[in-house]
């Protein structure tokens, strides 16, 4: 048509003149042209405006992507600040209570130390009354010794012939009283008189007669009242009546460790010349340890404490103290152990993985809950697209299953807010 129409032009530039139907059809194939440039105008702003369109359109996507990364980061940041402000506010406390215990431990090495000092002011006093009981007891058997005993006052003789010597012993040939030969002066009091003296110089080979109380030695009686003191105060420490030994302490549901711990100490106090220093108290005590939650604990604490079979020895653990503070948070019930165990079941998810976990954290700290219990508290808030992404595989340990759910439910979150 546009070929048609050149030619026609050019005819008139020749001058032909064109009259007629071939005149109507020329006008009729240029308002075609006309109608046709008109519709490919039309079809082509169509076009332009659709790209225009498409343009707009992928512009603002593009806004609000750009717009939601920074809404991302600036949260991303306002979290770790947060985070990081909780975590100072931890490490204050920590130090803190670290402060505390230290203090503590001061003050029980001075209680330890004061202890220690007065056992062994008491134990010299002990062994001086032992050595005064000995020395009671050795001088009582000195005087018994002299006493049962007469000295012989026989003179020995003198070269010089000084000497006197004793008067031969009259043999009675008679009855008592009387007697054929004998001497009337030697009967009665006089023989007797003379018999005495004849006898001077000889040992007595009788029995010694027993002392009379007007001659009893009163020095004599008051050392026997002080040796009868020292006795009964020695044998009193030691006649006390032993306690029943500690039950066995399982850990049951009806067991106190505070209520054990004390008994424990009951049983020490009164069996005292038992026990020569603490680490033997604490040695008995983990022997009164039984079963599968506590016989862990008790064999780790033994080792630590002796440096036994390749552990280290740990210094302060041969106290008692220290062995109360180890026990009573591990099997005794702590108000503030409670207390977060509430809180982390009052924690809800937001929509903020990173907050809700930091939140069960940190209660976490007191409760130390762990295994299926901590993981059962944390997908009881998580969506389910997250826990269905966490389902697709197992993991060893708490810390690597708390790595994978701020991954996959931090993932759910930018995917919805797409």
């Known amino acids: ?42 079809c082509f702003a169509t076009q332009v405006a659709e790209r225009l369109g498409e343009t707009d359109e992928r ?55 004061d202890e220690l000092q007065r056992q062994q002011e008491s134990r010299e006093a002990q062994d001086g009354e032992i050595a005064l009981l000995k020395a009671l007891v050795e001088q009582l058997l000195r005087q018994g010794k002299g006493k049962g005993k007469v000295s012989d006052p026989t003179p020995e003789a003198s070269g010089a012939g000084g000497g006197r010597p004793p008067p031969p012993r009259q043999e009675a040939t008679g009855a008592p009283g009387g007697g ?30 027993q002392p009379e109380e007007d001659g009893y030695d009163a020095e004599n009686d008051e050392l026997f009242n002080l040796f009868s003191r020292v006795m009964a105060n020695a044998l009193g420490q030691r006649t006390r009546v032993p306690a029943e030994p500690p039950a066995m302490f399982r850990n049951e549901k009806h067991q106190d460790i505070r209520m054990w711990l004390m008994s424990c100490t009951d049983y020490f106090g009164r069996n005292s010349g038992q026990w020569e220093d603490e680490g033997q108290r604490i040695r008995y005590t983990i022997s009164r340890m039984d079963g599968t939650g506590v016989a862990p604990f008790a064999l780790t604490y033994r080792r630590q404490m002796t440096g036994e079979t390749g552990y280290t020895r740990q210094e302060g653990y041969q106290f008692w103290h220290i062995f109360a503070e180890q026990v009573l948070p591990r099997f005794g019930p702590t108000h503030e152990a409670e207390k977060s165990l509430r809180e982390m079941g009052s924690v809800k998810y937001r929509g903020d993985v990173a907050k809700f976990l930091i939140e069960m954290e940190n209660l976490n700290i007191h409760a130390r809950v762990t295994g299926i219990a901590w993981r059962k508290m944390i997908e009881d808030e998580l969506p389910i697209e997250a826990l269905r992404q966490l389902s697709h595989r197992e993991y060893v340990d708490d810390g690597e299953w708390l790595e994978a759910v701020r991954t996959e439910t931090r993932a759910e979150q930018d995917f919805k807010e797409r």
């Open 1 to 42: 048509m546009a070929q048609e129409l050149v030619t026609v032009k050019n005819q008139l530039k020749s001058g032909v003149q064109i009259v007629g139907r071939e005149l109507t059809r020329i006008d009729e194939q240029v308002q075609l042209l006309d109608w046709e440039s008109q519709k490919v105008h039309e």
């Open 180 to 209: 054929g030969g004998g001497d009337p002066d030697d009967e009665g009091e006089g023989s007797g008189r003379k018999l005495d003296e004849g006898r001077k110089g000889r040992r007595d080979e009788r029995a010694a007669p």
């Open 59 to 113: 512009q603002t996507r593009h806004e609000a992507v750009t717009s939601h990364l920074h809404e991302a980061v600036q949260g991303t940041g306002e979290q770790s600040m947060h985070r990081d402000l909780l975590l100072d506010q931890e490490i204050v406390r920590i130090n803190k209570q670290h402060k505390r215990e230290m203090e503590t431990h001061k003050i029980s090495i001075n209680l330890v130390r």
